[in-house]
């Protein structure tokens, strides 16, 4: 008899994004975390990494792991798979530690030529963050963005996206995430995510 696999469904998630700095910026750059039951905003995070430093993954474990949400999260979404310019996130281990899903979404597919030749000739660090990039592999189109996934099934992350995503195409967490974040850089959102 075959068997057939249930497919998961996500409605407890946390999205992250990070706030907008000005481009001669140094030093630690403020994110924020959505947290959401399904189209209920529940709390949001916030935590500090390093402007095209190496601490992405370690605050997103220590946010999400150490928050009051971490025993009925499910899902984690990360608006693309750096934070704070090139501080890049190790998807694969933030799915290890925290034994959860990791879903990056992007509005466009990433120019990854462009993105290398920046990590490879001008960030410190740039070989190894490169290599957490192409570890993930290639963004796949989907559901009207582009998704790299750890922990999760293609059929899962579109489940997820259209759960996720009532209005546009950029899903609710990210959404909201990216405008709390603009507010606090800026006392005001603006801008698409």
């Known amino acids: 008899m075959a068997s057939t696999a249930r497919q998961r469904t996500f409605s407890h998630i946390v999205g992250f994004d990070d706030c907008p700095f000005p481009r001669r910026h140094r030093g630690d750059v403020a994110i924020v975390g959505t947290v959401y039951s399904g189209q209920r905003l ?34 984690v979404m990360l608006q693309g798979v750096a934070l704070a310019g090139f501080n890049v996130v190790d998807a694969v281990r933030l799915h290890a530690e925290l034994e ?79 405008l709390i974040a603009g507010g606090m850089a800026t006392g005001e959102s603006s801008g698409r995510v």
């Open 42 to 75: 529940e709390g949001v995070l916030s935590g500090r990494v390093r402007r095209d430093g190496v601490n992405s993954t370690r605050e997103l474990i220590r946010l999400v792991g150490g928050s009051r949400f971490a025993a009925h999260l499910q899902l």
């Open 100 to 178: 959860l899903p990791v879903l990056v979404v992007a509005r466009r597919a990433p120019r990854q030529g462009a993105m290398r030749r920046a990590l490879l000739e001008r960030i410190p660090g740039g070989v190894r963050k490169w290599a957490l990039v192409e570890r993930l592999g290639e963004m796949e189109p989907l559901e009207g963005v582009y998704v790299q996934r750890v922990g999760l099934s293609l059929a899962e992350a579109a489940a997820t996206l259209r759960a996720t995503t009532p209005h546009g195409s950029v899903p609710e967490p990210l959404r909201v995430a990216h």
